[in-house]
């Protein structure tokens, strides 16, 4: 199975914010679409990604004015991505190895989407169903042996 797939069954919801809007406003947009992350869009290019372990460094770090800070002072500049041709086994180590829980999946320079941990754990498990479902079926009907044994 390949990241696109993931993608295709996930579906295109995409949620961006510009960099000159204050954390606030990325801290509502996150809780009213209950996303772990978003993306950040300048002049139509990815210019970064602010997830909740940005969100809650700024809190801990600025205490009462968080929500005043920009969210280009605390995004990521210039995430790491992956490709949509990505197996999803290579994707599942290189989230784990790096320590992330959303990524985003460029082809050339276009941003197809974000992919989360959570995705690929659901992924991983429908995929698994499939299969031991198609496994039991052809237990069920396993052939008879020929000579009557």
Do not use: C
């Amino acid at each position: 199975m390949q990241v696109s797939e993931i993608l295709a069954v996930k579906g295109q919801a995409l949620f961006t914010i510009a960099p000159n809007k204050k954390l606030a406003d990325a801290v509502a947009i996150m809780t009213e679409q209950d996303v772990g992350s978003l993306v950040v869009f300048d002049a139509g290019q990815m210019a970064g990604m602010l997830t909740f372990r940005e969100v809650f460094q700024a809190v801990h770090k600025n205490g009462a004015e968080w929500g005043g800070i920009p969210v280009s002072q605390i995004m990521v500049s210039e995430p790491v991505s992956v490709g949509p041709e990505m197996e999803v086994d290579e994707l599942r180590r290189f989230m784990v190895e790096h320590h992330m829980r959303y990524l985003p999946v460029m082809d050339g320079g276009t941003l197809m989407g974000v992919i989360s941990f959570h995705d690929v754990a659901r992924a991983v498990l429908e995929e698994q169903g499939f299969e031991n479902r198609m496994l039991k079926a052809y237990i069920r009907d396993w052939p008879a042996e020929a000579g009557g044994n």
